[in-house]
């Protein structure tokens, strides 16, 4: 992963324009609900052969205690992707790999006035990761062909990261800020931008 890394500006145009990531670019996570720049973990996504790719660089003491695919593995030290294929924001999927290569995903329903549902199912991407001085690297491999209604132009995602669990205090960390303690904000998602 790049050594330079940015974070991601806000959308230029005002009210209802969406900020832009753009491929291969490494950016900081930022402080979730404050939104300060914060340098614990770098965040690159790139879309090539067929597949959505998702790295993560965490400069913080991993922590997790779970080992099966699909345990509530957001309880302690993990990355996250929620992504809508076609940009609608009333669902999307949630993908987490923990620093321990556990994966969890789900299919959530969102429709703004109710907490979002949450319904899991067999993991459709891999996961690599790697313990490192400190920390630990991610990668998430999403094929297109899990990803009905996939357009590359309408699809908007967040990056997250939970981190400081073996602390004791839990740190959400997010691409861009829902600027609250959760991470489930559709209306915070960015686009995709070419490099």
């Known amino acids: 992963m790049d050594t330079k890394a940015f974070f991601l500006e806000p959308a230029a145009g005002g009210r209802g324009s969406v900020p832009r990531c753009v491929q291969g ?5 930022r402080e979730n609900v404050t939104g300060a720049e914060d340098g614990t973990c770098r965040f690159s996504v790139r879309l090539e052969g067929g597949a959505l790719h998702f790295r993560f660089c965490v400069n913080a003491a ?7 695919d699909n345990e509530d593995i957001w309880q302690a030290d993990a990355v996250e992707v929620f992504l809508s294929p076609d940009g ?8 987490e ?6 994966r969890f995903y789900a299919d959530i329903a969102c429709d703004g006035r109710r907490l979002p549902r949450a319904d899991k199912t067999a993991p459709a991407f891999t996961a690599a990761t790697r313990l490192a001085a400190g920390g630990y690297e991610a990668e998430i491999c999403l094929p297109l062909a899990a990803l009905a209604g996939f ?3 309408a699809m908007r995602f967040n990056a997250f990261c939970l ?7 839990q740190r ?4 861009c800020p829902t600027l ?5 904000k559709p209306q915070r998602f960015v686009a995709l931008a070419e490099q």
């Open 97 to 102: 790999v923990s620093p321990y290569g556990v």
């Open 25 to 29: 670019r490494t950016y900081f996570l």
């Open 62 to 68: 991993p922590y997790s205690p779970f080992r099966e």
């Open 172 to 175: 959400l960390l997010a691409l």
């Open 151 to 153: 357009d590359a132009a």
């Open 88 to 95: 609608c924001p009333d669902h999307y999927k949630e993908l």
């Open 163 to 169: 981190c400081g669990s073996a602390a004791g205090k």
């Open 180 to 184: 609250c303690p959760t991470f489930h």
